[in-house]
Structure formats: structure tokens, C-alpha cells
């Protein structure tokens, strides 16, 4: 069995799995059932001093592994977080419980300290602004002794200068990413937005998007990280920590497949290590970042083509816009060097892993 646990702010995780804030965390009983189904850590639904009245209806399935939401935050008061649900997970087994606050400095001073003192291990703090980032977790730190993850949304273009602000601010970690929006899908059977209007978006989707920003703050700054969005499989959680994510934050997969979600995953995770020859998962972190580079080559590819592992599927002729493969009865593979541009794609859709690449020196 390898070993799953993660270390995020001092905190010992059993497994790298953080149930981010959302629907599945909505009250106590909720977030007893996902440390129950296998979440080493799970995030409340984001308290504030009022409680939201949701636009009804506002989650839609948009495909794909994919949501579409314009759900707001908890539909349950501070108080009611405070005196009530928080309480109620104060036997929670070993589960971390990460109280998620927002949206603004002013309430973030006004509930923060008694939010902590409901017994949370970690606070996490999320605002629609950038510029209150920083704002709340100087307040949040001064008010409480917790430590405090920040979450950041990658529609912010000054994301690392925010980063940034919120280190020297105090925080301890960074939670990236939010849903990301707004967004628009359309219903071509009647016409209609789903949702009725633009919405945000969660799920498969942007995975490239969340890594790209986890990359970027691991790179830049090498603080905790908890890499969330497009989370649907093992493999997905990998790709998080090798991008340099301390522990993994996922919503919409687990809202869509169940909580059983959790336990699958964890058991296809430690297979898939075992299998590579990983003992540690927490090993793996960062991994990928010495390899992103700033200046790519322009050497051309040279391939290498092995005939026992073709299937004859065909992809990679298909897939080549400028017709410069060809793959002839015999099963050779012919490229005209002419007109390949050395795209590589071709190479990326072979399942089989017939057609390779030489490494350029
Ligand atoms: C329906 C829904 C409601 C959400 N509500 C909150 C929230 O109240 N606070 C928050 O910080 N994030 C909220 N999120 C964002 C998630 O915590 C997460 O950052 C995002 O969905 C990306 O992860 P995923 O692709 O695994 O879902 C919500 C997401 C969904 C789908
Ligand atoms: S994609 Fe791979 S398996 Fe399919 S024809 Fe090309 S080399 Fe063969
Ligand atoms: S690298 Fe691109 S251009 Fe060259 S053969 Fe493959 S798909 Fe065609």
C-alpha cells in the first residue's frame, strides 16, 4: 500500500483529498457524511453574516464531467454556523475541518474570531475582489490564531502579485482554483441559457486551467497548495501534486458520481503508484515544474514507429491537418518531411504508443 498522507499546514492528511466548498458541505451532517466517504479534509459551504437566497434553479449538468452554477454562498447564518453546525462536527475522527469565510474585510472582522472558536482546524478565506484578498487575511490573522489558506480565482490577471499580498499579509497556503466564469451554455432545444443567464463553471473542464495557476504559485512562491478544479480521477490528482499541490480540492466530481467517489479514487490512486513504482505519493510533488520551459525548441521532431504495437487505427493520419503521414498497407509508416510542420500531435493521439518521438538532445 503506498502511502497516500500529505502534510498541509502542519496538519497530517491522511489521503491528499479536500472536499472543496459547495453544495456537498452545506451544514454539519453533510460534512460528516463526506469524512465518512473517504475526504481527509473538507471545506464548509462559504459563511458569511447573512445567509444567500439562491435564483432558482441554479446547478445545471453542462457535460462532460463539467457544471454550470450560480449558487451563492451558504444558505445558513454565521450565527447559525456558529452556534449549531460547527459545533456539531467538533467529533469529527480525525477529519480536518476548514471553515471557508467571505467575502469582505468588514465581515470577515465581524465573524471570524467567533468562527474559529467553533473549532475549526483551518480557516479559508474567498472573495469575488482581488483587491480584498489581502485585506481579509490580515484581518483574519489578526483576529484569529488559525492558520489560513487564501483562495484565489483564475480570472484574476494579477493573480501572483495577489499571491503575493496575501503571503506578506500572513497566509499560510493558497487554495487554487474557484469556479471560473462567467460562462454561457445554451439549451439548443428551447433556446434557453441553462441557469437562465451566464454562470460559472466547475468540473472537467478546467483542469488545465487549475494546474496552470497551481504551477505557477508553486513556481513562484513554493507555499501549501491545494490544487482544486476539474478533479474527476486518480490520475487527475497526480497531475495536481506533480503541478506542485500539496493536497487536492475537488467539488463536482464527487456532487455528480456520489461520495463513493472518494473511496474508488483513493483505491485506483494507490494502484496507480504501486504500479509506477511510487511508494509516496507526497514524493511526487512538483515533480513536473523543472520541465516547464520558457523557450521552446525548433528542432524538428524526428519519430520513432514500432509496427508490433499499431493497432492500424488510423488517428494519426487522420488527426495530421497537413496530410504529411501516411501509413501503408504493409504497415509502414511513411512521414513526408516536406509538409510536416512537427506539430507533435500525432504522436499524443497514439493510443498504443506506436508512433514516439527521439528525444532532441
Ligand atoms: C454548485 C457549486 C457551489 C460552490 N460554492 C462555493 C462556495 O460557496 N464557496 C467557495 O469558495 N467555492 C464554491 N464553489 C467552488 C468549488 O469549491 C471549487 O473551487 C470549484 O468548483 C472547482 O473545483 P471542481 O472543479 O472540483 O468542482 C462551488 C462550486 C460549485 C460547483
Ligand atoms: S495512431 Fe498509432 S496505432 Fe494508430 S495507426 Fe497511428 S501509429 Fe498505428
Ligand atoms: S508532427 Fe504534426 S505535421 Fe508532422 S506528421 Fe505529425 S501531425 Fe503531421
Known amino acids: 500500500m503506498a502511502d497516500l498522507s500529505v502534510d498541509l499546514c502542519g496538519l497530517e492528511l491522511p489521503n491528499p483529498f ?18 465518512a466517504g473517504g475526504a481527509a479534509a473538507v471545506v464548509t459551504k462559504t459563511i458569511r453574516p447573512e445567509a444567500t437566497i439562491n435564483p432558482v434553479p441554479h446547478i445545471a449538468d453542462a457535460g462532460r464531467g463539467s457544471l454550470l452554477n450560480t449558487e451563492g454562498w451558504s444558505d445558513l447564518t454565521a450565527e447559525e454556523w456558529i452556534e449549531r453546525e460547527l459545533p456539531a462536527l467538533r467529533e469529527r475522527h480525525g477529519g480536518v475541518l476548514i471553515a471557508s469565510l467571505g467575502h469582505t474585510p468588514q465581515e470577515v472582522a465581524e465573524i471570524v474570531a467567533p468562527v474559529a472558536g467553533a473549532g475549526p482546524d483551518l480557516l479559508e478565506l474567498v472573495s ?26 483564475a480570472n484574476w490577471p494579477d493573480l501572483l502579485d495577489v499571491v503575493k499580498a496575501c503571503l506578506q499579509a500572513g497566509a499560510d497556503g493558497v487554495t487554487a482554483i474557484d469556479s471560473i466564469g462567467p460562462t454561457l451554455r445554451i439549451d439548443v432545444e428551447t433556446g434557453q441559457p441553462l441557469l437562465g443567464s451566464f454562470a460559472w463553471l466547475s468540473g472537467r473542464s478546467i483542469l488545465p486551467i487549475s494546474l496552470r495557476v497551481v504551477a505557477q504559485i508553486a513556481q513562484e512562491h513554493g507555499v501549501p497548495v491545494v490544487g482544486t478544479g476539474g478533479v474527476a480521477q486518480a490520475e487527475d490528482a497526480v497531475e495536481m501534486v506533480m503541478a506542485g499541490a500539496t493536497a487536492v480540492g475537488v467539488h463536482s466530481t464527487p456532487l455528480l458520481q456520489g461520495l463513493g467517489w472518494f473511496e474508488k479514487t483513493l483505491a485506483r490512486l494507490d494502484r496507480w503508484l504501486e504500479k509506477q513504482g511510487h511508494s509516496r505519493l507526497a514524493d511526487l510533488r512538483g515533480l513536473a515544474l523543472p520541465h516547464l520551459q520558457v523557450a521552446m525548441p525548433h528542432t524538428p521532431l524526428a519519430f520513432t514507429f514500432d509496427p508490433d504495437l499499431c493497432t492500424r487505427c488510423g488517428r494519426c493520419v487522420t488527426v495530421c491537418g497537413y496530410g504529411a503521414r501516411q501509413l501503408t498497407d504493409e504497415i509502414e509508416m511513411l512521414v513526408d518531411e516536406e509538409l510536416c510542420r512537427s506539430c507533435g500531435l500525432c504522436v499524443t493521439v497514439c493510443a498504443p504508443g506506436a508512433l514516439d518521438t527521439l528525444e532532441t538532445p
Open 128 to 153: 469575488y475582489r482581488a483587491e480584498d484578498a489581502a485585506p481579509m487575511v490580515a484581518v483574519a490573522k489578526e483576529k484569529a490564531s488559525l492558520p489560513v489558506l487564501i483562495k484565489v480565482s
Open 18 to 35: 479536500v472536499l472543496a466548498s459547495g453544495p456537498l458541505t452545506w451544514n454539519a451532517g453533510a460534512i460528516q457524511a463526506a469524512f
